[in-house]
């Protein structure tokens, strides 16, 4: 159902706190997380080996946790260390471990086989802490698949008319076609709009002598990162041939994490690099993000309503669907050939060689 080889962003760094514990669900796994005496995070399976009581309902204990269920202790580790009134602790008494790693801002977690978890594949998030951005720490928890909410990010035409007030901008933006690239665990998406009228969220804080030259040129990569070069420049000023004259430039941070087949984290920030000393412009920008978000999350939210209703229903590609049908496809084949690795490993377990113990011969 999920991809599992793969860093999913689990949490901001402040929602993680120096004391005390924090519980999350990912891809369906609950997942405690902690940070020990060094401030390093821990993530351990929210779940007592013993009976499956949550341990985020227990308590801290130094590095450890203990499950206020039958008084189990666990260390940063996931060992069982105590049980009281037993003397030995069966080795097999354990809670799952989960790879993590904290940068710029985020805390990713690897979902899959550890030995696969390469830091080196954390997506490149730093406009989050750069000192030349700035922007606000954004989160919308959803009740769809993380399916939908990616479609609806691989295509933009639907801004005019979800966002007409916000992040939308005029008609002609939704005519404007895009190129559509396959990338590496995704695709890429480049769309410019020249000659345009600037969006209402930018027009809140910028002004320009007339239309602009607008574009938005983002990867979207597996699990569901989105890392997006987007802004406007002066319409005829070159941003197209890549002059950023009196440009307002921004670079949005998303990542879509599943919670369940049904629910969805959305972890989200639009860094800008102008006017930096000044917080009431980015309080502006990440206003207009969230309240384009919160449209979002209506039309997507119905539409998962309606298609529970028919699960027959087959959609009707356009052209407009090239990105999102890319990705869906990409998703696809990740998820086929995990079950595969997953089914061939099976396969050698269960072929172990037999080894046959003779008798020893008889003496006389």
């Given at each position: 159902?999920?991809i599992k080889?793969t860093?999913y962003?689990?949490a901001?760094?402040h929602e993680?706190?120096h004391?005390?514990?924090?519980?999350?669900t990912?891809?369906g796994?609950?997942?405690l997380?902690y940070?020990d005496?060094?401030g390093a995070?821990v993530?351990?399976?929210d779940r007592?080996?013993h009976?499956?009581?949550p341990?985020?309902v227990?308590?801290r204990?130094?590095?450890?946790?203990?499950c206020?269920?039958h008084g189990?202790?666990?260390d940063s580790s996931g060992q069982?260390?105590e049980?009281?009134?037993?003397d030995?602790?069966?080795?097999?008494?354990r809670?799952?471990?989960?790879?993590?790693?904290?940068?710029?801002?985020w805390?990713?977690?690897?979902?899959?086989?550890p030995?696969?978890?390469d830091p080196?594949?954390?997506?490149d998030?730093?406009?989050?802490?750069?000192?030349d951005?700035?922007s606000?720490?954004?989160?919308i928890h959803?009740?769809v698949n993380y399916?939908l909410?990616c479609?609806?990010l691989?295509?933009?035409?639907h801004?005019?008319?979800?966002?007409?007030g916000?992040?939308?901008?005029?008609?002609d933006y939704?005519a404007?076609r895009?190129q559509?690239?396959?990338?590496?665990?995704g695709?890429?998406?480049?769309r410019w709009?020249?000659?345009?009228e600037?969006?209402?969220?930018?027009?809140?804080v910028?002004t320009?002598p007339g239309k602009?030259d607008?574009?938005n040129?983002?990867?979207?990569?597996?699990?569901?990162?989105?890392?997006m070069?987007?802004?406007m420049?002066p319409t005829?000023?070159?941003?197209?041939e890549?002059?950023?004259?009196?440009a307002?430039?921004?670079?949005g941070?998303?990542?879509?994490?599943?919670e369940t087949?049904?629910s969805?984290?959305?972890?989200?920030?639009?860094?800008h690099n102008?006017?930096?000393?000044?917080?009431?412009?980015?309080?502006?920008?990440?206003?207009a993000?969230?309240t384009?978000?919160d449209?979002d999350?209506?039309?997507?939210t119905?539409q998962q309503?309606?298609?529970a209703?028919?699960?027959d229903?087959?959609?009707v590609?356009?052209?407009?669907?090239?990105?999102?049908?890319?990705f869906r496809?990409?998703?696809q084949?990740?998820l086929?050939?995990?079950?595969?690795?997953e089914?061939l490993q099976?396969?050698?377990a269960?072929a172990q060689?037999?080894?046959?113990v003779?008798?020893?011969?008889q003496?006389t």
């Amino acid at each position: 159902m999920f991809i599992k080889n793969t860093w999913y962003v689990c949490a901001w760094d402040h929602e993680v706190p120096h004391e005390g514990m924090f519980a999350r669900t990912i891809t369906g796994i609950p997942v405690l997380l902690y940070r020990d005496s060094t401030g390093a995070i821990v993530a351990l399976e929210d779940r007592c080996c013993h009976r499956g009581a949550p341990l985020s309902v227990g308590r801290r204990e130094g590095d450890c946790v203990r499950c206020l269920y039958h008084g189990l202790k666990f260390d940063s580790s996931g060992q069982c260390v105590e049980a009281p009134a037993q003397d030995r602790i069966p080795p097999q008494a354990r809670v799952r471990k989960f790879p993590v790693v904290e940068r710029h801002r985020w805390v990713w977690i690897w979902m899959g086989d550890p030995g696969r978890a390469d830091p080196a594949l954390v997506p490149d998030t730093q406009w989050l802490d750069h000192p030349d951005w700035r922007s606000q720490d954004g989160y919308i928890h959803y009740d769809v698949n993380y399916l939908l909410i990616c479609d609806n990010l691989l295509d933009f035409s639907h801004l005019p008319f979800v966002h007409p007030g916000t992040l939308g901008g005029s008609a002609d933006y939704a005519a404007a076609r895009p190129q559509v690239e396959r990338i590496e665990g995704g695709v890429r998406i480049t769309r410019w709009a020249i000659d345009t009228e600037a969006p209402a969220f930018a027009k809140a804080v910028k002004t320009w002598p007339g239309k602009v030259d607008r574009w938005n040129i983002y990867n979207f990569t597996i699990p569901a990162v989105l890392l997006m070069d987007s802004g406007m420049a002066p319409t005829g000023t070159g941003a197209r041939e890549g002059t950023r004259v009196d440009a307002a430039e921004f670079r949005g941070c998303q990542a879509i994490t599943p919670e369940t087949a049904n629910s969805t984290h959305y972890f989200f920030a639009h860094p800008h690099n102008f006017a930096i000393d000044q917080p009431e412009v980015t309080a502006s920008i990440h206003q207009a993000v969230v309240t384009a978000f919160d449209e979002d999350r209506d039309i997507i939210t119905a539409q998962q309503r309606s298609l529970a209703l028919g699960p027959d229903f087959k959609m009707v590609p356009f052209a407009m669907d090239a990105a999102l049908s890319q990705f869906r496809w990409v998703v696809q084949q990740r998820l086929q050939q995990e079950a595969a690795e997953e089914a061939l490993q099976a396969a050698q377990a269960g072929a172990q060689p037999v080894h046959i113990v003779r008798p020893a011969p008889q003496t006389t």
